[in-house]
């Protein structure tokens, strides 16, 4: 699950570490007061949406009046923001975060991942702040230190503090910024994040150190265990058919592709991608219903796949182990009655009870012209691919 920055700002602020004062507004109506109640000479507007390259796409402004804040607001509200991280038609902005501007001296980044490989969180610090960490890591890897948090005691002073020299901290900026890299460890174990990252950490000219920016992401199997981190959950800022696909217990991701996939069972739902992009096709989507298909599950799946404009025919790939073939093929085709296959569809089953599916499915496929089968994984993804 991902927050919005003014809910990262916020959670920093809990945890003491230096933020400057913000406030949020969600209409441009409030944008004056909103910029009068901070009380400062300079003020960032920064549109609020799940996406990068706000300031690109001019939803990242500087502002010394009310009135520019105001103007600014007004755009932001009305205009959908598109950037390289969004779909072309843009993200629609809820709300803004207003807060006071900074003077920057030196910019830093500052994060914590989980480290796949070790199976502990990272910390990364780097004095290449300001810019895309992944670009750091692909143009100047040697500008990024790490160290590995302890699974009991996390990160200890001594750590942050050999980090912070990596980065050039010396004085009372290293002593500054020691805490802000333990309480943010610390943050981040207590919250079951699989993100923190303040990106940029900076100087300013009086010596001082501010978090001025703040990302989030948290592991959704642990939500559970916070309430307060669920209250935070935007469904605006999610893929409507990804909530849709959560409430049917489906496992479902949009990709950019025109060739929708029904399968069960994640390491099958990756093969089958694979083998559909070897075949010269673009997937679609990932979804995987389970290993128990469902009638009810299907037809939701078919609906999800289908309410993609993009999609111009669907590979469903089935192996019947804890669920029968007759049994799923009997779901295919009742998905196939109530929602309407409008574009090709086609079927590989493999498992128990798959000639009698086979028969059923050939039988309704007078009802449903668009079904056909296939004989193993190749054909169905040759004949899908054909078939767009």
């Known amino acids: 699950m991902k927050i919005h920055e003014y809910q990262a700002r916020a959670l920093l602020r809990q945890a003491a570490l230096p933020v400057p004062t ?3 507004i969600d209409n441009a109506d409030e944008a004056v007061d909103a910029f009068q ?49 969004t779909h072309p038609q843009g993200i629609k902005v809820g709300k803004i975060l207003l807060a006071a501007a900074v003077d920057i001296e030196k910019e830093y980044y500052l994060g914590i991942v989980v480290d796949r490989a070790r199976n502990r969180p ?6 290449e702040g300001g810019v895309e960490i992944e670009q750091v890591a692909r143009d100047k890897p040697e500008a990024i230190h790490k160290a590995w948090l302890h699974p009991h005691l996390g990160l200890q002073s001594f750590q942050a503090r050999q980090l912070a020299l990596a980065i050039g901290m010396r004085g009372d900026q290293l002593k500054q910024t ?19 990252e303040i990106n940029p950490l900076v100087c300013a000219p009086d010596g001082k150190v501010w978090a001025i920016d703040a990302k989030f992401n948290f592991d959704d199997n642990a939500l559970f265990a916070h309430k307060d981190l669920q209250e935070m959950f935007d469904p605006a800022e999610e893929d409507a058919n990804e909530l849709r696909a959560k409430q ?26 694979d083998i559909i992009k070897l075949h010269g096709g673009e997937p679609a989507n990932f979804l995987d219903v389970g290993g128990s298909v469902t009638a009810e599950g299907a037809i939701e799946a078919f609906r ?5 404009p993009k ?6 790939n089935i192996f019947g182990g804890i669920a029968k073939c007759d049994t799923i093929a009997e779901a295919l085709i009742s998905a196939g009655t109530q929602v309407g296959f409008n574009v090709p569809v086609v079927v590989r ?13 050939a039988e309704a496929a007078t009802d449903l012209p668009t079904l056909q089968t296939a004989a193993d994984l190749t054909d169905a993804a040759r004949k899908v691919c054909q078939a767009v």
């Open 37 to 85: 109640r901070l009380a400062a000479p300079q003020v960032v507007v920064k549109a609020q949406v799940h996406a990068g390259g706000r300031g690109k796409a001019g939803y990242v402004t500087l502002v010394r009046t009310a009135e520019q804040a105001e103007q600014d607001c007004r755009r932001m509200f009305s205009k959908p923001m598109v950037s390289a991280q």
């Open 22 to 24: 913000d406030t949020v």
């Open 311 to 316: 999609v111009k025919g669907v590979l469903v």
């Open 178 to 196: 020691v805490p802000i890299m333990t309480r943010l460890a610390k943050l981040f174990l207590e919250k079951d994040c699989s993100l923190a």
């Open 122 to 127: 990272v910390m990364m610090a780097s004095a």
């Open 248 to 273: 049917f217990d489906l496992s479902y991701i949009s990709l950019d592709g025109n060739i929708g996939c029904l399968v069960n069972g994640a390491g099958l739902a990756m093969a089958t991608m």
């Open 304 to 308: 999800i796949i289908l309410a993609d």
């Open 349 to 361: 089953l493999e498992g128990t009870n798959v000639e009698k599916a086979r028969k059923m499915l």
